[in-house]
Each structure stands twice: as C-alpha cells, then as structure tokens.
C-alpha cells in the first residue's frame, strides 16, 4: 500500500487553522518515511523510517487493524519530532489497537516499556513485526498482549497494576461499534498522571460525537492538525485529576 500515493492526494472538506503550505510541507515530510523495498520477498512488507531505524512492517489482508493507516504515521512523526517534550525514555507505555505495531514499534525504539494491544485475531501479526524489528535495537523489549476493549479490563489489566505515562492511540475510531467500550478503556487504563496521545482521522459524524463524549471524562486538547489527510492529534489527561 503506497500511502504517499492513496493519502497525500486524496483532500477533504475539513478546515483548521493551519497553513495549507505548512499543511502539505508537514504532510509530505510524513509520508516520506514510508518506501515500497525494490527487491521481492517471499513475505511482502513496508518500510519506514523514524528514531534512526529502517523499519519493515508486514501488512495484513482480512481486516482494518492489519494495515497501516496515515494517523499511525502521524503520531510516530510526533513521537519522534518531540521526544524532549514528550521523553518516552524508561516510561511505561500502552498502545491501545496496536494493529501492525509501528507505533509501539516507534515508542520502544525511542526507550519506552511499551505493551502493544489488540484483538487476539492480530496478535500474530504484531509480535512478528514488533519481534523483527526491536530484537537487540531497544532498551527494553516490548509486550504484545489481547485487549479487546471493555472485555474482561479488570482481569486483564487491573486497576492497582496499572501505572502507565502515556497511553498511545492512532485511528482507534472508525466504523465498528464498540465505542462505549473503546471509551470504558480509555477511562480504566488512565491513572492521574496518564497522558494519552491520540491520533484521529475524522470521516463520519461518528468521529465527532465520539470525541463529544470522551471530553466528558478527559481534559483534551488538540496539539496539531493536518487538514489535507483530515487528521487531527490530541493530548488528553482524566478530569479532576486534582481531587481524584
């Protein structure tokens, strides 16, 4: 799947603030670090660039996890473009919808303790590509653990264990029908401190009511924006974190 191709032509309607040149300069600059291999293997893969490694990522066919989407994209540029603001060095990190691993692929290579999350359908897909491309590379090597949203939560994952800096999150919103859930998760996952950042590529209505209700529960906060892919990148922390 050639993204510079399918992503940086395809506009849509949505305005934000920002430059259309800055927009497109940025836009461009991201897509960039994604390149189709020249040789042919026996099992095909996309290469990207971030934290100063080739990284190869083995797509899927059969379903929307087994592919990466151009908020993935998005917010390794950001992880990588703001590593001092946002130092992920020795921090405990959660990628929720993981799908391919490239973000908590990212994550691991820039210092994180990273779990990499999602239906149990994708998880030999992404210890693949999260074990072929952090062996020997990272300071700590990644998990890779089910998550099915709002399922089973205080087994899996209790509460009392729970001491994440960043929860990590790219195009978790779509057309599937577990928001409830998705947003249950959110809510369990986040201590105090957590941050979560979150990347989002707005299509329906949908995208705009989830984003409704999850500003019930967090303080949110947009950091950037790309109109041109219709993407916009958030930072979130729990309500009332004081008198919590």
């Keep these: ?132 491309n952090t062996k020997m590379k990272c300071k700590h090597l990644p998990q890779v653990k089910e998550l099915s949203w709002g399922v089973a939560l205080d087994r899996n994952f209790p509460r009392s264990s729970n001491n994440f800096d960043y929860i990590l999150a790219a195009d978790v919103v779509y057309a599937h029908p577990f928001l409830e859930e998705l947003l249950m998760t959110f809510d369990h996952l986040c201590k105090e401190t957590t941050i979560i950042l979150w990347a989002m590529r707005f299509r329906l209505e949908k995208e705009n009511k989830f984003v409704d209700k999850f500003k019930e529960l967090f303080d949110l906060e947009e950091i950037s924006s790309f109109p041109s892919l219709n993407i916009k990148l958030y930072k979130a922390m729990k309500k009332n974190r004081r008198s919590a």
């Excluded at 927009?23 to 660039?49: C, N």
């Excluded at 993935?72 to 703001?82: D, G, K, M, Q």
């Excluded at 919808?97 to 030999?124: C, H, K, N, Y």
């Design 1 to 132: 799947m050639d993204l510079t191709v399918t992503h940086i032509t395809h506009k849509e309607t949505y305005k934000e603030p920002r430059d259309d040149d800055d927009d497109k300069q940025v836009v461009a600059e991201i897509m960039a670090r994604s390149f189709i291999p020249t040789l042919i293997t026996t099992i095909p893969w996309e290469g990207f660039h971030f934290a100063g490694h080739e990284i190869q990522i083995t797509e899927g066919k059969d379903c929307y996890g087994a592919f990466v989407w151009p908020s993935a994209l998005v917010l390794c540029y950001f992880l990588e473009t703001h590593a001092k603001q946002y130092d992920m060095v020795d921090k405990n990190v959660i990628e929720i919808g993981a799908g391919t691993g490239l973000v908590s692929i990212v994550a691991s290579l820039l210092g994180a303790r990273v779990i990499a999350t999602d239906l149990p359908e994708l998880l030999g897909n992404l210890q693949y590509n999260i074990s072929r």
